[in-house]
């Protein structure tokens, strides 16, 4: 996450209030605000809430597909299509960081709060939008997952097309990583998710999250991103939940669906993001911060929350012509 955080700069100071003009996230500006200002009462539908900065176009896109007339899951699905195409968002998509052989595999998953259907790919290689293919699963087979080489060739009959996802960039930083750190640990952290959820005005939710998992990671390795209920969760009776950091840590307590239970049994998105990075810190006898789990999480009608134990976590908020940055509730014991 910190590679993203760097790249993605904040030009401005981010005291609560002020409007800071963002480098390269393909939007003009947004608004910095505490989460309690935010987070304490439902904002006006549509809402959209993402992880990290390079979310806000993302979620601006997404508000964007609603009022053109798409529907929630274009909303959520084209949101994520912009990241997951942006070369320089260096842990999804193009450009995201490869595996331990060099080469890129993809997780994401996607969720219909209406009709309480998923669809998700994991490992997959060679195509740019795994948001989009793991849609395709959920439209038109009867299954939720695809996997590795038989996930590339549902996308490739589906008729998406193949392209090399290494770029130069993440190309040279996994040469760098095998001739300087290959058998040692990465010193410091390289990966992120898009986890984009969204409530439309009727109060329907959707949600989706995509990512290139751990870089340098073992090859066929899979995070929390694509299993439904840990990296990503929606339920259409209560709201959302996704996820970002070390996937083992989340998919181990099947975090975003902790979170949308916990919501269930009448908690605030907050509340519900807090308790779910407690219990895994009680799970594991670890501090919060050894753990690196970060969420955010939304209610049918429009409240947001996020909380984390990574300093660096942001995330975006887009509420009709509203653009927040926010910085979540931090957990450190
Ligand atoms: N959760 C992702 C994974 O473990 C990575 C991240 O969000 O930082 O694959």
């Known amino acids: 996450m910190i590679g993203n955080s760097r790249r993605y700069a904040l030009k401005a100071s981010l005291s609560a209030g002020a409007i800071v003009l963002l480098d390269g996230l393909g939007c003009q500006s947004a608004e910095e605000v505490d989460l309690a200002s935010?987070?304490?009462?439902?904002?006006?539908?549509?809402?959209?809430?993402?992880?990290?900065?390079?979310g806000l176009a993302a979620c601006e896109k997404s508000q964007r597909t609603l009022t053109?007339?798409?529907?929630?899951?274009?909303?959520?699905?084209?949101?994520?299509?912009l990241t997951e195409l942006d070369p320089k968002v260096s842990s999804v998509g193009v450009g995201g960081l490869p595996n331990a052989d060099g080469v890129v595999q993809l997780d994401a998953?996607?969720?219909?709060?209406?009709?309480?259907?998923?669809?998700?790919?994991?490992?997959?290689?060679?195509?740019?939008?795994?948001?989009?293919?793991?849609?395709?699963?959920?439209?038109?087979?009867?299954?939720?997952?695809?996997?590795?080489?038989?996930?590339?060739?549902?996308?490739?009959?589906?008729?998406?097309?193949?392209q090399e996802l290494l770029t130069e960039e993440s190309r040279q930083a996994w040469e760098k990583w095998r001739s300087n750190q290959a058998g040692k640990s990465?010193?410091?952290?390289?990966?992120?998710?898009?986890?984009?959820?969204?409530?439309?005005?009727?109060?329907?939710?959707?949600?989706?999250?995509?990512?290139?998992?751990l870089a340098f990671k073992l090859p066929g390795r899979v995070g929390d991103s694509p299993l439904i209920g840990s990296g990503m969760y929606v339920d259409g009776e209560v709201g959302a939940a996704?996820?970002?950091?070390?996937?083992?840590?989340?998919?181990?307590?099947?975090?975003?669906?902790?979170?949308?239970?916990?919501?269930?049994?009448?908690?605030?998105p907050t509340?519900?993001?807090?308790?779910?990075?407690r219990r895994i810190a009680t799970g594991d006898r670890k501090s919060p911060a050894e753990l690196s789990v970060n969420f955010i999480a939304i209610n049918k009608r429009g409240q947001i929350g996020a909380a984390g134990t990574d300093r660096e976590f942001r995330c975006a908020v887009v509420e009709q012509q509203r653009s927040l940055l926010i910085t979540p509730h931090m957990v450190t014991s």
């Open 38 to 54: 935010v987070a304490s009462s439902p904002l006006s539908r549509p809402v959209f809430i993402a992880t990290w900065p390079f």
């Open 68 to 81: 053109q007339g798409g529907s929630l899951l274009d909303a959520v699905e084209y949101g994520i299509n």
């Open 271 to 277: 509340e519900a993001c807090i308790s779910a990075i």
């Open 242 to 268: 996704g996820a970002t950091g070390v996937g083992e840590n989340v998919l181990r307590y099947c975090g975003s669906f902790l979170i949308v239970e916990y919501m269930r049994q009448g908690m605030s």
């Open 186 to 213: 990465i010193g410091e952290k390289t990966h992120d998710t898009i986890a984009l959820l969204g409530v439309n005005r009727d109060g329907q939710v959707a949600g989706g999250c995509s990512t290139s998992g």
């Open 109 to 162: 998953s996607i969720m219909d709060g209406q009709r309480q259907r998923a669809g998700s790919v994991a490992a997959l290689e060679g195509f740019a939008n795994p948001i989009s293919v793991a849609r395709r699963v959920m439209e038109s087979t009867r299954h939720v997952m695809l996997v590795g080489q038989d996930a590339a060739a549902f996308a490739q009959a589906s008729g998406f097309e193949s």
